[in-house]
């Protein structure tokens, strides 16, 4: 099992920059596929970015390709979001999440942290 703990998010403008994190423990963190998540007031949770466990592998929403970037330090069990360029409709709680696969369905996942809020103002 893996628990997982986000944080770093904030209240921005747009064309700011912000690195969220996601901390985790589990002695065999270093094997699982980790992506971000995101959901806006009234919205569907939207699939943002998935990393493999080696960090050699990623996938990007069409809607954050090229600004965001995800990442992981295994030895720190740590999975990172680097959000560049951000725009107001970036706006949501965002989730990071622990499975098995390089899936981009929320049902891929089986472990979730509580979330970290972002807000980019106009």
């Known amino acids: 099992q893996v628990q997982l703990v986000e944080s770093g998010g904030g209240l921005v403008q747009a064309g700011d920059s912000l690195r969220v994190s996601c901390a985790a423990s589990?002695?065999?963190?270093?094997?699982?596929?980790l992506a971000w998540f995101r959901q806006a007031p009234g919205k569907e949770r939207d699939f943002v970015a998935v990393?493999?466990?080696?960090?050699?592998?990623?996938y990007y929403a069409d809607s954050v390709k090229g600004r965001f970037t995800i990442s992981r330090d295994n030895a720190k069990k740590t999975v990172y979001l680097q959000m560049n360029s951000l725009k107001p409709e970036d706006t949501a709680v965002y989730y990071c999440?622990?499975?098995?696969?390089?899936?981009?369905?929320?049902?891929?996942?089986?472990?979730w942290g509580q979330g970290t809020q972002v807000t980019v103002s106009s």
């Open positions: 990393i493999d466990w080696s960090g050699g592998s990623t």
């Open positions: 999440a622990a499975g098995t696969g390089m899936g981009n369905r929320g049902a891929d996942f089986g472990s």
């Open positions: 589990g002695r065999t963190f270093s094997r699982y596929v």
